[in-house]
């Protein structure tokens, strides 16, 4: 950062509505030009390092190319996950028509510390992106009571995504994990208990632990998420075969997954393909086994799905689609895999990803959805003084629409953030279009949206590059989109499909035009 006034830019060469990087003294930094106005900032996402000068503008907000985290470009403040931390602001003057960067020290937006004390008691249940970010949240909105996160793991909340996309292979994730540390939560009074809840009284407004102990509450957010289907299959108790929730399971399977080795990878949606690609990457031979004609069917179609298998071959990943396990061989410890066609698979270790069963068995006198989910209306609120929010929290998508429930990180810390929010009492509905992203061989896919595989497929680009968007369409709007090497386009897609519901696709993506086009034709709110 500058240690004395330093002349930037001129403004006559910065176009309005535009931003650009520079670098002073070695650090990136981001101007941004809105009319007479220039703002300064840190230049890269804390999240994991984005360029945020290849990101988009929307309004008062900078999105990320890479992950879709959001910054306010007058305050830096956080205003979309993945993105725990806010941006480091500069000073920013004009003179003689030169940008000139002050020297003053720059200003993070940080979380408020508790002021006067609340007698109010809060309880998280949950310690995941969910849970840490509802805690974090209302220490930024000023709540000075108690705030008490009960997790079973036990460790400082970090970033479980980076357990398949990158703990297996060895890589460098860049993601930043744990979201905060211990000092943070020493720092803001946010008490973290190590155990389980053995029932939630919703009418009492009490929670049992294991242990015993009793909690009485004031609100409470319930994050508990899932945990990975044991198979039922024969030989399923065998030594070396391994599901994946946490950093325990995450060690256990790469202290036996020596470089050589063959692995069966059971299950080709999220967890099971991005497990198969960091293996491989790992030196692994793996083979995936699942009862479906393509990756991602169910959610992305065969065609998408194809791209992805065609990928995984060209690394050396072999396929058996269309087949199910019959059982596991072996004499204490994995030897094999025998499909129920018969073959037989030589392997040393078998990983399952076939999803996950919904933890909340503890709750007393709450309805549960068929898959273990709990209802929520628009404010995430389950019950008076109760809240869900991540993977188990069916909700009206985008506010009013039909209930649904999505397995992903973002959509995860938004709804802590608003949880957070709606605890204090600010009555705001969850009104965000889902997006989340994977990442296999270095290659990122994302998806804003919800649709499903059955939707109506268009694509605009080349599958064979690949470089492209899939547009998903269902009675004549467009539903959902995955892109793939098509960062600002992405990132325009979620500005546009939170502004607007019923997109045809020649409004949305204009045939020799692109999603961010359109985003800087439309009028913008400000953050």
């Known amino acids: 950062m500058p240690n004395q006034a330093r002349v930037v830019a001129r403004l006559a060469d910065f176009p309005d509505g535009t931003m ?17 106005d220039v703002f300064a900032m840190a230049g890269t996402c804390p999240h994991a390092g984005g360029p945020l000068a290849e990101g988009i503008l929307d309004g008062d907000r900078v999105v990320c190319p890479w992950h879709k985290a959001a910054f306010c470009i007058t305050s830096g403040a956080c205003l979309e996950p993945p993105a725990v931390d806010g941006l480091l602001h500069i000073p920013v003057g004009i003179r003689d028509g030169e940008v000139v960067l002050a020297p003053e020290p720059p200003v993070q937006a940080q979380p408020a510390l508790p002021a006067a004390r609340d007698p109010r008691r809060f309880v998280i249940i949950g310690g995941g992106g969910a849970g840490a970010t509802a805690a974090q949240t209302l220490r930024e909105e000023g709540f000075a009571g108690e705030i008490a996160m009960i997790d079973q793991d036990g460790e400082l909340p970090y970033d479980r995504t ?6 297996l292979s060895g890589a460098d994730a860049g993601e930043k994990s744990p979201l905060q540390d211990e000092a943070f939560y020493r720092h803001h009074a946010i008490e973290r208990i190590h ?29 508990t998420g899932g945990a990975p289907v044991r198979p039922s299959f024969p030989g399923a108790h065998l030594e070396h075969v391994f599901v994946l929730r946490n950093r325990a399971d995450a060690r256990h399977l790469v202290d036996v997954a020596v470089p050589g080795r063959k692995v069966v990878v ?19 031979e793996v083979t995936v086994v699942a009862d479906q ?8 179609g065969a065609e998408i799905g194809t791209i992805f298998r065609k990928m995984h071959e060209a690394e050396g990943v072999a396929f058996r689609l269309n087949r199910r396990v019959d059982r596991v061989t072996g004499e204490g410890m994995v030897a094999g895999v025998v499909l129920t066609d ?27 959805r068929e898959d273990g989910g709990v209802d929520v209306d628009a404010e995430l609120r389950l019950a008076d003084g109760l809240h869900a929010a991540g993977d188990i929290a069916a909700f009206p998508l985008q506010g009013d629409g039909p209930t649904v429930r999505v397995e992903h990180w973002r959509v995860a810390e938004q709804h802590g953030r608003l949880a957070a929010r709606n605890m204090l009492g600010a009555g705001r509905h969850y009104v965000a279009v ?23 497929l268009i694509v605009r680009g080349d599958t064979e590059a690949p470089e492209f968007i899939a547009y998903y369409r269902r009675d004549g709007r467009i539903v959902a989109a995955a892109g793939w090497n098509r960062d600002q386009d992405m990132a325009a897609l979620i500005a546009l499909m939170d502004q607007k519901r019923d997109w045809t696709l020649d409004e949305l993506h204009p045939v020799g035009s692109s999603p961010s086009a359109v985003l800087a034709t439309r009028p913008h709110e400000t953050a």
């Open 20 to 36: 650009r990087q520079v670098e002073v003294d070695g650090a990136k930094i981001l101007l941004v030009r809105r009319g007479d």
């Open 162 to 167: 980076l357990l398949s996309k990158y703990v």
């Open 434 to 456: 889902p997006y989340f992203w994977t990442i296999q061989f270095s290659k990122r896919l994302d998806y804003v949206g919800h649709g499903s595989g059955s939707d109506e």
């Open 266 to 284: 059971v299950g080709a949606s999220f967890i099971g393909m991005e497990v198969a690609a960091s293996l491989r990457e790992r030196g692994l």
């Open 342 to 368: 018969g073959e037989e698979l030589a392997a040393d270790l078998v990983v399952v990803g076939l999803g996950v069963r919904l933890q909340t068995g503890f709750l007393q006198g709450v309805p549960l």
């Open 293 to 300: 004609r393509a990756p991602f069917e169910p959610q992305l």
């Open 195 to 223: 155990g389980t809840v053995r029932m939630l009284d919703p009418k009492a407004r009490i929670i049992v632990l294991e242990d015993g102990t009793t909690r009485v509450y004031d609100a409470a957010l319930i994050a």
